[in-house]
């Protein structure tokens, strides 16, 4: 009969590879993405498949009977293997089999939408969007959804925070130190229309800087420094329609105009009136 002693020892070492194994899974779990960063995800998993196996030799070892049988002579004979020895097989082997193998790259498809919320679509067709990864920058166009695909990262990109370049003429990130991470399947960025700088200086019919005078672009407005001088602010996405500029002042007539902003700055000559 098996004295008690001798079945509590391979159970204790079972009871030891149990919990190292637990812990193995758990940094798989919480750390999945630096494993896969790393290179050494399949290391790890290969140690815990081994220590289920042999865990669950050791734990029927001393419960039951095992065996093993060799059979002829030299290498010409077979072998055969039961209870636990067939167990730990079993589990190293399905484990590696059941199991996908992670995929060497992935795909990630960024949105690009108005301050308004995702369902505005500010950029149909127009511009390139950027990642940085690493030494190697991507470059795509932007699709007619607004939407930029980008295949072929390398899995040891996942999980890294990578920075994004915008070239589309007249927008910009609303946020410019905006990043994307590499961890999801799509990613959505706010992008707005660039502000733009429509200067200049009113002048009477003399030539003289002409302070004071009031200006009305839109919804915007300003006025004459002591020098004559003024600057908007507009955005780039200004319609033709919104881009007549308006100078009055006191004794003169009222000047209008079509502008383009982000321009050469706009000198005025305003004539004498009622």
Not at 43 to 50: A, E, G, K, R, T
Not at 121 to 136: E, I, K
Not at 147 to 173: C, T
Not at 195 to 218: F, I, M, Q, R, W
Request: charge should be neutral; charged fraction near 15%; proline fraction near 4%.
């Amino acid at each position: 009969m098996t004295s008690p002693s001798r079945v509590q020892f391979p159970l204790i070492v079972a009871a030891v590879g149990l919990v190292v194994a637990l812990a193995l899974m758990a940094v798989m779990l919480l750390n999945a993405q630096m494993l896969v960063r790393l290179g050494i995800l399949g290391n790890v998993w290969f140690m815990l498949l081994l220590l289920l196996g042999v865990t669950s030799a050791v734990c029927l070892f001393a419960l039951f009977k095992s065996y093993a049988r060799y059979r002829g002579m030299a290498f010409d004979g077979t072998v055969e293997l039961g209870g636990p020895a067939v167990l730990m097989v079993l589990v190293i082997v399905l484990g590696f089999w059941l199991v996908p193998k992670p995929l060497a790259q992935f795909g990630l498809t960024v949105f690009l939408h108005g301050e308004g919320g995702r369902n505005v679509v500010v950029l149909r067709n127009r511009g390139t969007l950027s990642l940085d990864l690493g030494a190697d920058r991507r470059r795509e166009a932007i699709g007619d959804k607004g939407e930029v695909r980008f295949d072929g990262i390398p899995a040891n990109q996942r999980g890294l925070s990578v920075s994004v370049i915008l070239d589309a003429e007249g927008y910009e990130l609303a946020d410019p130190n905006a990043t994307v991470t590499l961890d999801t399947e799509a990613s959505y960025l706010a992008v707005r229309a660039k502000t733009l700088h429509l200067s200049g200086e009113v002048l009477d019919s003399l030539g003289n800087p002409l302070a004071g005078a009031h200006l009305s672009l839109k919804d915007r407005t300003a006025v004459t420094d002591a020098h004559g001088l003024f600057d908007f602010s507009v955005p780039s996405d200004l319609a033709e329609q919104d881009s007549t500029l308006t100078i009055t002042a006191n004794r003169y007539m009222p000047w209008r105009g079509l502008v383009t902003p982000g321009g050469n700055p706009l000198v005025v000559r305003l004539e004498a009136g009622g």
